[in-house]
């Protein structure tokens, strides 16, 4: 079915469940007038039995009659003593004393149709005469197929034959109209898909700015909703990348020409060695920009083919921690955590968490408040209120704070987080911030 295009899928669906509804229907109206026909048998049966069980007589000669003394409480044919057979039933049944035997057992057990290779029966059997206390002779009617057979052959060429005539002829057109809505409806329907297919496919010459749009409610409305929306983040993404270029080119730029031009001074003889620590300072600076950006590129481009590990958080934080213990000054680190474990990769988490202190500790004014709880994270700092956009539209790279360094740290910790499955929010609390992280 891939191989076809989505209209003739469509037309193909609906013809192939038409098709087999008209059979099922068809077999269903031949099972009927079968039961139709068996009714019809029955009562033939029935009322030749009842017009001549005080006289048995031959009449049609479809009928005939099968009078057999035999034991009322046996099932077997060697307990009948008597049988007269009528001249009607002897011919149908060709004299045969073996199938004339079934038919007398078939009856006496209650069974209406008997068939063998020779043609189907019709039977009815009814007490006539009591003997004695044991003995009973019963009249058993016996029918050929002969009279059902004349019955299809007439009600073939006319109600039958005109009924699935009918049927079939109304199913015909219920085709042909269908497949014509569904050609109609398939060809709207694949012409908006083709639509969103252009636009799609205009994006890189046009940079993401044409805008994908599609009238409706329904579901290929929806996906041109969502692909409107992809548009929108990748063209923002394109410019933050963009602007990222500039940034990093500007901030790599600076300490490069510091360095260079000290370095000269020093070949010039114009500046003493004392300066190497300025040198020094700007390739620590250098390189701490240089190492950002490859935990940023690490992140953006991280393959899951690391081993996931269960990550007690709490050793990571308690680390980490105690490794900067020395810039926390007068400000106070309050813990609260339990043994929550994120499954992921062990060194992103710690270079997440410690990007978190690092912010914290730059902005807080007097304490810095850890908790974990129930595999919830938050990291609340009693610094100035953080500003709307990073609220709202969450941490792209370079885009700084008022104490930021590099406008990289953060988007490193949300990208980390984001791709093990947790979220990062941040929000503006009582005389502070709190930065979350939890199961998405």
Not at 69 to 93: C, E, H, K, Q
Not at 99 to 116: P, T, V, W
Not at 275 to 298: G, P
Not at 329 to 339: A, C, N, R, Y
Request: aromatic share 10%; glycine share 6%; proline share 1%.
């Amino acid at each position: 079915m891939k191989k076809f295009k989505l209209s003739t899928q469509v037309v193909i669906l609906f013809t192939t469940v038409t098709i087999l509804s008209s059979m099922i229907f068809g077999y269903i109206s031949w099972r009927n007038y079968q039961t139709v026909y068996l009714g019809l048998a029955r009562n033939q049966v029935e009322t030749y039995l009842e017009a001549s069980i005080e006289l048995p007589k031959d009449r049609e000669d479809y009928l005939g009659y099968i009078l057999v003394t035999v034991n009322r409480v046996s099932t077997f044919r060697a307990d009948v003593t008597n049988r007269i057979v009528s001249p009607n039933a002897n011919a149908m049944l060709d004299g045969d004393i073996e199938r004339i035997n079934r038919i007398i057992e078939a009856a006496y057990l209650g069974d209406f149709i008997y068939s063998d290779s020779t043609g189907i029966y019709y039977l009815d059997i009814q007490e006539r005469l009591i003997i004695d206390t044991e003995t009973s002779e019963y009249m058993i009617a016996v029918m050929d197929n002969s009279y059902i057979d004349s019955i299809k052959a007439s009600t073939m060429r006319e109600e039958v034959l005109t009924t699935f005539l009918g049927t079939f002829l109304s199913f015909a057109i219920i085709v042909f109209i269908g497949n014509t809505i569904i050609a109609m409806w398939s060809r709207q329907t694949a012409a908006r898909i083709r639509h969103i297919q252009k636009e799609v496919s205009t994006f890189n010459k046009t940079g993401y700015e044409n805008k994908v749009h599609l009238d409706g409610e329904d579901e290929i409305a929806e996906l041109a909703r969502s692909v409107e929306d992809l548009r929108l983040e990748i063209r923002e993404n394109e410019k933050t990348k963009q602007e990222m270029f500039q940034n990093v080119s500007h901030d790599l730029k600076t300490p490069i020409s510091v360095i260079q031009s000290y370095a000269e001074a020093m070949m010039d003889g114009t500046t003493d060695v004392g300066d190497a620590k300025i040198i020094i300072k700007q390739t620590e600076k250098l390189q701490s920009k240089v190492r950002m950006l490859l935990e940023l590129n690490k992140i953006n481009n991280i393959e899951m083919n690391h081993t996931l590990e269960e990550v007690n958080m709490k050793d990571i934080i308690i680390n980490v921690i105690q490794n900067n213990k020395h810039r926390f000054g007068s400000v106070e680190v309050i813990t609260d955590l339990d043994h929550s474990k994120y499954i992921g990769v062990k060194e992103y988490f710690y270079t997440s968490v410690e990007n978190l202190i690092d912010n914290a500790i730059r902005y807080a004014k007097t304490k810095i408040v850890i908790t974990m709880k129930n595999g919830t994270l938050s990291f609340y700092n009693d610094g100035p209120a953080i500003e709307d956009k990073y609220i709202k539209d969450g941490f792209k790279p370079y885009e700084k704070g008022s104490k930021g360094q590099f406008g990289i740290g953060m988007s490193i910790v949300q990208k980390t987080f984001n791709r093990f499955g947790f979220s990062l929010s941040v929000e503006n609390v009582d005389n502070g911030v709190k930065f979350t992280i939890k199961k998405l």
